[in-house]
């Protein structure tokens, strides 16, 4: 397909390459930034705008990995109907596309990227909306031609997929935060915690997570907690989400 | 080294196949259940009682691998002074053996174990400490046979890692037990977030979490959390946790 990608973050540095490792045609980039677009349009050999008015309208789709905030303002400023044109957000819907715009939909990558990580695309889930059956054919076609796994979703699973993310991935990243700072008190290096963090998540590959659930909020072992709560005593926050999340095992469990 | 290894939970499962297996000969196990007892006893061909007034008082060490709360009220029928006794206990002192016992220590391992799941000891870092000098060498000598990876800690800062534990593995895995909940409000499979948390902590096993923070709370992105705490409006734990851990992050980042 001949592609026109909109924007030069962390989904567009990954999206953009494999796309064109898959034998698509980026024929244009659009980044406001001149410094990541042209990083990324030198990567991708294709010309460079940071005006939507200079968009190519002979593209066959138009792909948007924009921040949510700022899709529908871009949008409003394409000065063509495109062919088909879609977002890459997990909490967008197609309602951030103006009426005019009938070809419209979504192909978001349910993975975290980061501009020096390199993932395979075995490990993207793709979940792909359309405003129309049609539409849907097209954005399935692309998504499996680069990911084996690809899933047909609503806005509102899509939505709430985001949201499990947020809880399975950024909350996640900000326990293994909090955990560092707390070995920072006694100058222990955070290297000591990285197997036991790579087996957590092992274990539930397989398995089930409330079955693997262990620990003292698990055992209902409230000498520990109260002595836990004492040593977290100078790191309010800390306490409230350490007490928090062990009253909702409790709950989880109810003993 | 001779051992009698007391307890036969998860623990016990993992580490009295590892000793055997270098070498060291396991000569009793105490177990106060005969079915799992009769279990680990025959994997480690071993002699089984379920009465600490019955344990062999020959052995070089005795492996205390019993919860938290039993373990003072266990030492204290043992009706002979032990050569010399450890425990495998995160988030206990030395202070749990009685005074008459003069050669006492610990033996943690840093890991989450499940009987049902293998693990290398590579993977499990030891962390040791000791009421003296030439019983911190014995400990250290039989952690170096099991395991490449061994610490030397004071119990305070055992018990500082413990803690750190409870946040990177008992509260990780519970935030992967409520995104699961999620997700069976509209059927979708657990799988689909499976790429994303390997690729989670894929991420910082070379990269610190500080800087591999993303998400609408690191980006400040006041609208979706709006949205997102709408979503959960009939989850109400789930809802403070979200609150919670978002503040935390924008704190950490203070924007």
Request: with cysteine.
């Amino acid at each position: 397909m001949k592609i026109v990608l909109i924007g030069a973050g962390n989904v567009a540095f990954h999206l953009g390459p494999l796309l064109k490792s898959k034998g698509h045609q980026i024929i244009q980039l659009y980044s406001r930034s001149k410094k990541t677009g042209l990083k990324l349009s030198g990567k991708l050999k294709c010309s460079l705008v940071n005006d939507p008015k200079k968009l190519n309208s002979e593209a066959d789709i138009y792909i948007i990995a924009l921040r949510d905030e700022v899709i529908t303002s871009f949008v409003k400023n394409i000065p063509f109907i495109p062919n088909l044109i879609v977002h890459t957000s997990g909490s967008s819907g197609l309602d951030v596309f103006p009426a005019r715009m009938k070809n419209t939909g979504v192909i978001y990558p349910l993975q975290t990227f980061s501009k020096s990580i390199k993932i395979s695309p075995k490990k993207i889930p793709f979940l792909i909306e359309a405003g129309n059956r049609k539409d849907l054919v097209k954005i399935r076609k692309l998504a499996k031609s680069i990911s084996p796994v690809v899933y047909e979703l609503s806005s509102y699973d899509r939505e709430l997929i985001h949201l499990s993310a947020v809880f399975v991935n950024n909350f996640t990243n900000h326990l293994f935060t909090l955990a560092e700072k707390l070995l920072q008190l006694r100058k222990i290096p955070f290297d000591i915690l990285r197997p036991l963090i790579m087996e957590t998540v092992q274990k539930i590959q397989s398995d089930n997570p409330k079955k693997t659930q262990t620990g003292p909020a698990r055992r209902g072992d409230s000498a520990i907690i109260m002595k836990h709560l004492k040593m977290l005593k100078d790191f309010p926050q800390m306490k409230v989400i350490y007490k928090q999340i062990s009253n909702s095992i409790r709950d989880e469990y109810e003993y």
